[in-house]
């Protein structure tokens, strides 16, 4: 399969359901087309297949890409943890519809389980690493310690959500902010990078930390804008005749 350029992924992407921006799928297509033959992308958390289509369309044949998603009707988005077993059936009809309306259904290979009872149904290291699971503490902590520690020495790491919900910020937090391996490379709104790569000296251990903690003020108001929402004040302001704040993701 020949690589898609990155304006024809986004056109492919536009009419499928998810929580992902344009500069957050920039990020993901640029994880997936740095790898090469014989390496495999994984993906925590995958919907309806936009975050996936991503993955992809951006990576070389013979690139194994695995899409770790229960569909079993919970942590399905915002304010949808758990009770829409109804609905899982039809994420999965649809999930499986989206990848091959986008010519990438052969090139993906789906487990249909939760992530911390996938691991056996994955062998080998890990490339790259997208997250976008469960957003509770202990699950997102979880995925980051288990699956981080399969991530290859130079690999790639991405999470969503990050500085954005509150268990997923924790569990960076706890296995990241200090740690001695992922280097904090940046964000996309709430998409963050990290690289496999980080020397574990104190000084770039400090360094790390620092620009991660950089992040909170933004953490911050994204707290006050989900309350403000949670609230009902988008709608107050729809009324205005202003357009209302999306969820931040």
Not at 11 to 40: F, I, K, N, T
Not at 41 to 70: K, N, Q, W, Y
Not at 204 to 230: E, H, M, V
Request: proline share 3%; with cysteine.
């Amino acid at each position: 399969m020949t690589v898609k350029p990155f304006a024809e992924v986004l056109r492919a992407v536009d009419g499928v359901d998810g929580w992902m921006s344009p500069d957050q799928a920039e990020a993901l297509y640029a994880a997936a087309s740095s790898c090469h033959a014989g390496d495999q992308i994984v993906e925590i958390g995958s919907f309806r297949g936009r975050s996936t289509i991503v993955l992809a369309s951006a990576a070389v044949d013979g690139v194994d890409i695995v899409a770790i998603d229960p569909h079993a009707g919970n942590d399905r988005g915002p304010n949808e943890i758990d009770g829409f077993v109804e609905e899982a059936s039809v994420d999965h009809q649809v999930f499986v519809a989206n990848l091959i309306d986008a010519g990438v259904a052969d090139r993906v290979r789906h487990v249909r389980e939760m992530s911390d009872a996938a691991h056996t149904d994955v062998h080998g290291d890990i490339a790259v690493l997208y997250i976008d699971g469960a957003h509770r503490y202990a699950p997102a902590r979880q995925d980051i310690e288990q699956w981080g520690a399969r991530v290859r020495n130079g690999g790639t790491l991405l999470i969503h959500d990050s500085f954005s919900s509150v268990g997923v910020t924790l569990a960076i937090a706890r296995e990241l902010m200090f740690g001695k391996r992922f280097r904090y490379v940046g964000r996309a709104r709430s998409l963050t990078t990290y690289h496999a790569d980080l020397d574990g000296g104190w000084r770039s251990r400090a360094l790390n930390s620092l620009r991660q903690l950089a992040q909170l003020p933004w953490f911050a108001k994204n707290l006050g804008l989900k309350l403000l929402l949670s609230l009902k004040v988008g709608k107050l302001v729809e009324r205005l005749g202003r357009k209302a704040p999306e969820w931040p993701y």
